[in-house]
């Protein structure tokens, strides 16, 4: 008869199992240099610069693995074997000296790129575009450092520089009106569908034909879809207060984060440190979850307070901006110490919903009017 392992042991083994699950897992990598690939920094966990000299249009996607060392030696060198590089230190800060869990703020080095890598990015023409209408939801570059923006039951793309815009996808089916977006590990774009629907969808990300629906189980009002560290796939669900988490395959694979505050969660990013960042809306804080656990592990404010925040990007420093969507602003925070670094006020009428920073420029959607444009 197989033994049952010791109390102390069990929260080591659920997270070594964690790790076994992810261990075959893909990151994601957006670059333009010549050779098509942003190299994170190995100390901070955060993108160093690209040195290529290619052009904007030459993003990539870079589907890394994890070594397989599942079954070397004992449980901490077999999740060491398996995480890349320092990856390993999620382990121990996820467990105290006893082998318990325990809430550690301290960084999940993944070595996982968070600010998508453009170099030499366009940017937009001066006020703006609007493609389409006066409520634009989620914002999001691709790999080829264009700009799609979800409106309606339209996914549109924005050329940079010229701001040329183009009908990329259509929803299949009526009633499903999109919210979120995000490139996936295999170069495909996955789209939050609300409504009657409460499904992820999945188009190609060259042509926007419609595919498949990849997920409709377990998500309730889905807001934001982003892609992991370890290429699985996160959402916000508006009706049911939480994160959820799917395999690359969309199999679901349980609730990731939640808490009492997270009321109507919206957008969501993991920082550098490897830890998720999360809007919650009715509350008005974005709240930092373990990356690894799901723990909380504290929450970002701001003086004055946050209303309704929606979009959080960071930047290549490390720093992050939040869209406050009742106040009509763009909030930036030092990554590091959480502290707010200053504040940009939009034209009175409209909001910030959707929010992505590319090469260091932050590209909003805006409410009201219906333009993206890049701030300040």
């Known amino acids: 008869m197989a033994s049952t392992p010791p109390r102390h042991l069990a929260p080591r083994i659920a997270v070594l199992a964690y790790f076994v699950s992810t261990a075959s897992c893909m990151s994601f990598v957006a670059g333009c240099g010549a050779d098509g690939v942003t190299v994170p920094n190995e100390d901070s966990g955060r993108p160093a610069a690209d040195q290529g000299a290619g052009t904007p249009e030459q993003g990539t996607l870079d589907h890394g693995t994890a070594d397989q060392g599942a079954d070397q030696g004992p449980p901490d060198q077999a999740a060491d074997a398996m995480a890349p590089d320092d990856q390993s230190t999620a382990v121990d800060q996820a467990l105290d000296a006893g082998g318990d869990l325990s ?40 790999p080829d450092c264009a700009l799609y923006v979800a ?62 629906i990849f997920a409709d189980m ?43 505050l997270l009321g109507s969660p919206e957008g969501l990013s993991f920082g550098p440190d490897g830890h998720l960042y999360v809007a919650a809306r009715l509350s008005s804080v974005v709240m930092r979850f373990h990356g690894v656990t799901g723990a909380l592990l504290d929450q970002v404010t701001a003086t004055p307070a946050f209303m309704a925040p929606e979009g959080i990007g960071f930047a290549s420093d490390g720093s ?14 030092n990554g590091l110490t959480l502290a707010e670094i200053e504040r940009f006020s939009l034209p009175m009428g409209e909001q910030p919903i959707g929010l992505e920073v590319v090469d260091d420029q932050v590209v909003v959607s805006l409410r009201g009017t219906g333009r993206v444009t890049v701030i300040p």
């Open 103 to 142: 809430v550690d703020a301290g960084p999940v080095d993944s070595g996982f790129p968070t600010a998508i890598a453009c170099p030499g990015w366009l940017g937009l023409p001066a006020g703006g575009v609007i493609p389409s209408g006066t409520s634009p939801e989620g914002v999001r570059v691709g």
């Open 320 to 333: 992050f901006y939040v869209a406050s969507r009742d106040t009509g602003e763009v909030i930036h925070f």
């Open 218 to 260: 377990g998500i309730d009002g889905p807001n934001t879809p982003r892609f992991g560290p370890d290429g699985s796939l996160f959402v916000t669900c508006r009706n049911t207060a939480n994160v959820v988490r799917f395999g690359s395959d969309g199999t679901l694979l349980g609730e990731f984060a939640t808490d009492a």
């Open 151 to 212: 409106h309606g039951d339209t996914i549109h793309r924005i050329e940079q520089g010229t701001g040329a815009v183009t009908a990329f996808a259509s929803e299949p089916t009526a009633g499903t009106g999109f919210q979120g977006l995000d490139f996936g590990p295999d170069g495909n774009l996955y789209v939050a569908a609300r409504g009657s629907g409460n499904v992820i969808l999945r188009f190609d990300g060259t042509t926007g034909a419609f595919i498949d």
